[in-house]
C-alpha cells in the first residue's frame, strides 16, 4: 500500500507542477494579450511584448522580419531592445495571413525551456499584431494618392498642422511651396487622360526624387502639388525654387512643360489657411511672370 501510495505520488507531482505552469502561461498570456490591445501600432505592440519576455524571461530584444507584401512603418522589419545578442526564432502567423520571422534576443544561449516559452509568449501578438498592420495599412492608403502614390489632401492638411504646432512650440522654420504644371491641360487635350496621367507620374517621381529627407511631397489638386518644408532658411528660397524648376528642363516629364512655384514662410499666429492663401498668391503671380515671358 505504501508502495502504491509512493508511485502514485510520484506520478501525480510532475503532473501537478505541469498543471500549475499551464495556469501560470495562461495568466501570463491573457495579460500581455490585455496590454497589447492598447494600441495599434506594430512597434508599440513588440515593445510591449519585449517587456512581458523581459520581465518573464529576460529577453533583452525582438526584431520582426516581414514577409513579402506585408508593410511595416519602418521598412523591412520591426525592433524594440538590443538585437545583437543570442536569438531564438519563431513564425508569426495570425490565420492566413504570414506575418513573419520573430527573432528573440537573449543575454545568452537559453535552455529549450526557455526557448519554448518565449515562443509561446511571443505567439499572443499574432493577432493583435495582423489587425494592427491592417489598420497601418489602412491609414496610409487614405492618405495616399492613388495615381502617384504621393501624399494626398488629407495627408498634406494634417502634415501642415502637425508641423506648424512644431515650429509654434521650438520657433522652428517652416515654408509651404505649391506647384503648378503649367501645360498639362494641353496634353490631356491632345494626348488623352493616359498620357496626362504618365506625366503626372513621372512629375512626382522626379518631384519626389528631388527633395530632401525633411522635405514632403504631396498632391492637393488636379496637376498641383505642395511641399512642406522644414529646417528652412528664407534665404535659401531661389535656391529651393531653381533647384525644383530644373525637373522640367532636366527630365523628360512631357512636352512643352514647366513649373509655376508659390512659396510662403510661416510666422507665429499665421493660420493653415492663411499660409496656405499666401503661397497660392505668390503661385499665381509666378505663373502670371511666366506667361509674360512666352509672350
Known sequence: MTSQSLAINEVRTPHSVLMSRDVQTVQRSHVLLCDLQRTLDPTGQLHILLQHLGAELG????????????????????????TRAVPVRTRLQA?????????????????????HAARQLAAVIS?????????????????????????NRLAFDRVLKREMA???????????????????????DTLGHSAGDRVLRKLAKALKNS???????FRVGGDEFAVVLTEFESRDQDAVINRLKSITRDHRIGPGLS???????????????????????????????GKRSRN
Request: glycine fraction near 10%; hydrophobic fraction near 40%; aromatic fraction near 6%.
Open 259 to 289: 513649373l509655376s512655384i508659390g512659396m510662403a514662410c510661416w510666422s507665429p499666429g499665421c493660420s493653415a489657411r492663411q499660409l496656405f492663401d499666401l503661397a497660392d498668391r505668390a503661385l499665381y503671380r509666378d505663373k502670371a511672370r
Open 95 to 115: 490565420g492566413e495571413m504570414e506575418i513573419g520571422d520573430l527573432n528573440i534576443y537573449f543575454p545568452l544561449p537559453p535552455g529549450l525551456q526557455e526557448a
Open 166 to 188: 512644431r515650429s509654434e512650440r521650438h520657433g522652428s522654420p517652416l515654408a509651404l511651396l505649391l506647384i503648378d504644371l503649367d501645360g498639362f491641360k494641353q496634353i490631356n
Open 59 to 82: 529577453v533583452i530584444g525582438l526584431a520582426l522580419e516581414q514577409c513579402p507584401g506585408e508593410a511595416f512603418s519602418e521598412g523591412n522589419s520591426l525592433r524594440a531592445g538590443v
Open 211 to 217: 527633395l530632401r529627407e525633411h522635405e514632403d511631397l
Open 127 to 151: 493577432w493583435p499584431l495582423c489587425n494592427a498592420i491592417c489598420h497601418q495599412q489602412a491609414l496610409l492608403e487614405a492618405q495616399t494618392d492613388s495615381l502617384t502614390g504621393v501624399g
